[in-house]
């Protein structure tokens, strides 16, 4: 199954010295059976964007609780066997799943990074987020707003360079 997971750059900077992603259990975004069924006019490709993208919002969060951590948002993509990709059921994020085992990098299909050509509006964004989330209407604009920035796609050869 593909994943989607969430992460910041310091998570990149370990997934290049340990060849991990860890501890298990992680969380990531997916195509579950209720997201296909919440987005019910999409096709796979836009149901995978739409992983990806709760991915990139799960980031937001990571750098909310790391302030040290670089304000750029990364999403990994990897394959997962689906007997380690389990979603879970509570209804609220229709593609949120629990991956049960460390993601080596040979799991990994792609990375996923902010251009740093926004990161004063992530920043902005990671501020903002608790606002946004208990209802805040000009704080939810300004943090829906991120979305619209695409995440530069990157191939794992190229992580040293990335974090460099």
Known sequence: MRVYLPATLSALAELHKTGLIAPAPLTAYAVTPALRE????GDSEELEYAAMTDAA???LRL?????EAPRRRVVVAAEVPDAHAQPVLDGAEPGLVRVTAEVPLSWVAS???DDPAVIDEVALA???????EAGDEDASFTVDGIDDHE??????QELPDLLG
Request: proline letters at 4%.
């Open 111 to 113: 990375l996923h990074v």
């Open 57 to 59: 919002r799960a980031s």
């Open 38 to 41: 919440w987005y019910t006019e």
């Open 63 to 67: 750098l909310a609780e790391v302030p």
């Open 151 to 156: 995440l530069l796609w990157y191939a794992t």
């Open 126 to 132: 990671v501020v903002l987020l608790g606002a946004a």
